[in-house]
Nanobody
Framework: QVQLVESGGGLVEAGGSLRLSCAASGRTFSGWAMGWFRQAPGKEREFVATISRSGGTTYYADSVTGRFTISRDNAKNTVYLQMNSLKPEDTAVYYC?????????????????????WGQGTQVTVSS
């Protein structure tokens, strides 16, 4: 059974930074593409960022491009989301997700149904 556990959320002022972490169980972590999504109150869960198995390819939602950076450490089975220049509209519960059906060729996985495993989420609140 795959488990994903997020941490690092909290309350921060606009313009500040946070670093989210997602620790994954499972010996095949390095074979999965990983993603971060977020869900604000009253809104649907939306894509934030994704990273390929090796970490060599990343892709971001337009709303976070240039401010957020996704990375991974396969030796630690962990994926990160560095969030800088935070805005009040970034307030949401942030979820990491794993795609165990990752193709051997590099692809971009930006849809919710690309991912089979989800963490419990971590709250990020940005005050104005």
């Amino acid at each position: 059974q795959v488990q994903l556990v997020e941490s690092g959320g909290g309350l921060v002022e606009a313009g500040g930074s946070l670093r989210l972490s997602c620790a994954a169980s499972g010996r095949t972590f390095s074979g999965w593409a990983m993603g971060w999504f977020r869900q604000a109150p009253g809104k649907e869960r939306e894509f934030v960022a994704t990273i390929s198995r090796s970490g060599g390819t990343t892709y971001y939602a337009d709303s976070v491009t240039g401010r957020f950076t996704i990375s991974r450490d396969n030796a630690k089975n962990t994926v990160y989301l560095q969030m800088n220049s935070l805005k009040p509209e970034d307030t949401a519960v942030y979820y990491c997700a794993a795609n165990p059906r990752t193709a051997l060729t590099v692809r971009i996985y930006a849809r919710r149904d690309d991912y089979d495993y989800w963490g419990q989420g971590t709250q990020v609140t940005v005050s104005s």
